[in-house]
């Protein structure tokens, strides 16, 4: 079982970045997938979260309406896309994907995560 996290770097305010989860290793089609960051010296929390098929998301307020979870169901591997825009410098973190059997914003409720992707948005 493996979960690649990608795209994370630096930008500017403003500006947009795309991260990527490919999930392989077993069949991920069935399951939710979310995705959490981590500031420097804060708790981990929930950004976003989409269902098995894509049907049904859900975002924490501070992101909504600039970032947007989708997911490309394909046969072997299961790829997760978090699309940031509009980013501001409190959205600097360490990004985490992870799957689960339901979609939650609890990070209790996934079994799977990736390694981490940081954003870093300057001001």
């Known amino acids: 079982v493996q979960l690649q996290a990608s795209g994370g770097g630096p930008v500017q305010a403003g500006g947009s970045l795309r991260l990527s989860c490919a999930a392989s290793?077993?069949?991920?089609?069935?399951?939710?997938a979310g995705w959490f960051r981590q500031a420097p010296g804060k708790e981990r929390e929930f950004v976003a979260a989409?269902?098995?098929?894509?049907?049904?998301?859900?975002?924490a307020d501070s992101v909504k309406g600039r970032f947007t979870i989708s997911r490309d169901n394909a046969k072997n591997t299961v790829t997760v896309y978090l699309q940031m825009n509009s980013l501001k410098p409190e959205d600097t973190a360490v990004y985490y994907c992870?799957?689960?059997?339901?979609?939650?914003?609890?990070?209790?409720?996934?079994?799977?995560w990736g390694q981490g992707t940081l954003v870093t948005v300057s001001s």
């Open positions: 992870a799957v689960g059997a339901v979609r939650s914003t609890l990070d209790s409720e996934y079994d799977y």
């Open positions: 290793g077993r069949t991920f089609s069935t399951y939710a």
């Open positions: 989409i269902n098995w098929s894509g049907g049904s998301t859900y975002y």
